[in-house]
């Protein structure tokens, strides 16, 4: 998986989303130690100083925890990580009617068009 | 005394008529990858000449480490000039043993195994170098030292994209914790990922210096997106 980054948002929090998705869809799976800050820091060719940043606010939302001895886990708490999702899903669903409402369509007829493209891909 | 590992206050240079310093006042702490960020002429390099001992100031204090510039600042700086200093007929290996002799802190294995990486023959004279494989050469020498401070003046102003990445690989696996990388550069969009800070410099005055991320949180634009907004060209 590459990190990508854009240079008009901080650094920081596109590292936090992008780490945030790996947790979410298994790259870095629940319970398992991530990365130390250097490595992803290389990884992603980044200040570890910026690295340490998202790792902080990733450990604000309880995706992350960081162990004494064992160094910074991805959490266990299945309740955390379905949080997220869904607040994410949230957010993605709202782009969507966003989307739909400036091509003139209201909820319904978006909901409709869902439908129709489900249909068409299956 | 605080954190600090440069202290800069009120710092003055001319050259004859020319004010290339202006009473310039600058703290870096340790721990940062700082941009000196100017376009030409702006007064860069001179500051990094007068932070490793190079140029003396007319008026002004400089601090590093808890000392004025000296015998212990040279000691804890390592400097990458504008331009290789070496002479024609040094091996890169004789450089090695110069550096050993006078450095502590040089870490020669580790300077063989970039040499290795960048497929630069130890033997290789200087004067056989193109002027890329001179200026990554003088890379290696600067980052193979385990400095506090590394002045670094254009370190990528002349070399080919593949050896950019090379070079920021370097300085960030190079990154320790208690010491700090300062670049000079016009070239920022290259380098601008691994800075966490940046000083922007006109006309020898610090016009801002700020973490990389406040900047883009506060503009909405890219640190090289707002230097050439700052800095655009007006005829």
Not at chain 1, 76 to 104: H, N, P, W
């Amino acid at each position: 998986m590459e990190w990508k980054l854009a240079g008009d948002r901080p650094i920081w929090l596109q590292l936090k989303e992008q780490i945030t998705q790996r947790i979410l869809t298994g790259v870095y799976p629940m319970g398992s130690r991530l990365p130390t800050v250097r490595d992803l820091a290389a990884e992603a060719g980044v200040n570890p100083n910026t690295m340490q940043r998202a790792l902080a606010e990733l450990e604000n939302d309880g995706l992350a925890v960081t162990n004494r001895t064992a160094g910074r886990l991805v959490t266990t708490d299945v309740s955390v990580v379905e949080k997220v999702r869904d607040a994410l899903a949230s957010k993605c669903i709202m782009t969507f009617y966003e989307g739909m409402a400036q091509l003139g369509y209201d909820w319904t007829e978006a909901g409709r068009k869902l439908e129709e493209a489900k249909e068409d891909v299956q | 005394m605080s954190n600090e590992l440069v202290h800069i206050a009120n710092l003055n240079k001319n050259y004859s008529v020319v004010k290339a310093l202006d009473d310039v006042s600058l703290d870096l702490e340790p721990g940062h990858i700082i941009g000196l960020l100017g376009p030409n002429g702006s007064g860069k390099t001179t500051l990094i000449k007068i932070l490793n001992g190079l140029l003396r100031p007319d008026s002004g204090t400089v601090v590093i480490d808890g000392e004025a510039p000296g015998p212990h600042t040279k000691s804890v700086v390592s400097y990458l000039p504008d331009r290789p200093y070496f002479a024609d007929w040094m091996k890169i290996g004789n450089i090695f043993d110069l550096f050993e002799d006078f450095y502590t802190d040089f870490d020669r294995p580790r300077a063989e195994y970039m040499c290795q990486t960048l497929h630069i023959p130890i033997d290789m004279k200087m004067k056989n170098m193109s002027k890329g494989t001179k200026e990554k050469s003088q890379l290696i020498l600067t980052m193979s030292r385990k400095a506090k401070l590394y002045l670094l003046d254009e370190p990528i102003a002349g070399v080919d994209p593949a050896a950019r990445d090379f070079i920021m690989d370097t300085i960030l696996s190079n990154y320790n914790p208690e010491g700090s990388v300062l670049i000079s550069t016009h070239l920022i969009s290259d380098i601008e990922q691994v800075l966490d800070q940046a000083v922007f410099i006109r006309n020898g005055h610090v016009i801002l210096h700020d973490s990389t991320d406040n900047i883009r949180e506060r503009e909405g634009k890219s640190v090289d997106e707002l230097f050439r907004e700052m800095f655009r060209m007006t005829y």
